[in-house]
């Protein structure tokens, strides 16, 4: 995760969301792709130069945290929509996908065009979303939300690994589940057959059994200090319930507190 994509839009929220990718991937060679939201009126000069000067300024006001070797540079784009972004991906080659939830005023056009979480299972590439208030920390505990049901791709076990690999972090594998039921002989397959996937980097196993799965698992992100919480796409049901409950009707505030990563397969 190299090339990475935000959505700005010159706001304190914006401001916010790129100092928290800055400090989770502070590593070298890093290149931040900041996507001006704010449409561009090729018919008034004077609202494009108003763009530009917002996005030097707000390139100026970053230039002090960001790590040597690293690079931000400007997207600009006459319209903003749903539909401009599967161009800009693949334009350049963006491995990772930043956004904030809730969407800052100015993106609220993807919820016209495509709901957050269609747009979250659309995109083929890795999708950080940043809770509202979340603290961002180098990424050092890294979860991963799992429930055995699913045996997942290389790729996608190869990008945790890679991640925790850069990192020098530790994944912890956290099951969750409001019973305390034995694994099943297809869940025990499938176990063995992520930790084969993932032998090579320090893995901490958790077992989280709670009625109240959604609060149990803050309260373990809380007490363990992880980083980021990370699940894999495939498990839609999982992210739905536990993962990202805002996305299900619940209110924000049971959300995790911390930057939740969607690997695709």
């Avoid at 010159?10 to 991937?25: D, G, N």
């Avoid at 099951?175 to 039921?181: A, Y």
């Avoid at 297809?186 to 709670?210: C, M, R, V, W, Y």
């Avoid at 209110?251 to 690997?263: D, E, G, R, Y």
Wanted: hydrophobic content about 40%; overall charge negative.
């Amino acid at each position: 995760m190299t090339r990475i994509l935000i959505p700005v839009a010159f706001s304190t929220t914006a401001r916010h969301a790129v100092l928290c990718v800055l400090q989770l991937f502070n590593q070298a060679a890093v290149q931040f792709f900041l996507w001006n939201t704010e449409a561009i009126d090729s018919s008034a000069p004077e609202t494009d130069r108003s763009v530009l000067q917002k996005m030097t300024e707000f390139m100026k006001q970053l230039q002090d945290v960001v790590s040597a070797g690293q690079e931000l540079i400007p997207i600009f784009s006459s319209t903003f929509g749903g539909q401009d972004l599967e161009p800009i991906l693949k334009q350049h080659q963006i491995d990772l996908l930043v956004l904030s939830h809730p969407l800052q005023r100015s993106i609220q056009v993807f919820d016209t065009e495509m709901a957050l979480k269609r747009l979250v299972y659309q995109v083929k590439i890795p999708v950080l979303i940043l809770p509202q208030h979340c603290s961002c920390r180098p990424l050092k505990q890294i979860a991963l939300l799992t429930n055995y049901q699913q045996r997942h791709s290389i790729q996608a076990t190869s990008q945790v690994k890679r991640l925790v690999e850069i990192h020098e972090g530790c994944l912890q594998l956290i099951h969750l589940s409001k019973k305390h039921t034995a694994l099943s002989e297809h869940q025990k397959e499938n176990k063995e057959f992520l930790e084969s996937a993932l032998d090579g980097i320090p893995i901490d196993h958790q077992f989280i059994t709670a009625e109240n799965p959604e609060q149990a698992l803050q309260q373990h992100n809380q007490g363990h200090a992880i980083d980021v919480l990370l699940f894999f796409a495939k498990n839609i049901n999982l992210s739905e319930h536990y993962v990202f409950p805002a996305l299900n009707n619940s209110t924000i505030a049971s959300a995790p507190k911390v930057p939740i990563l969607v690997i695709h397969e």
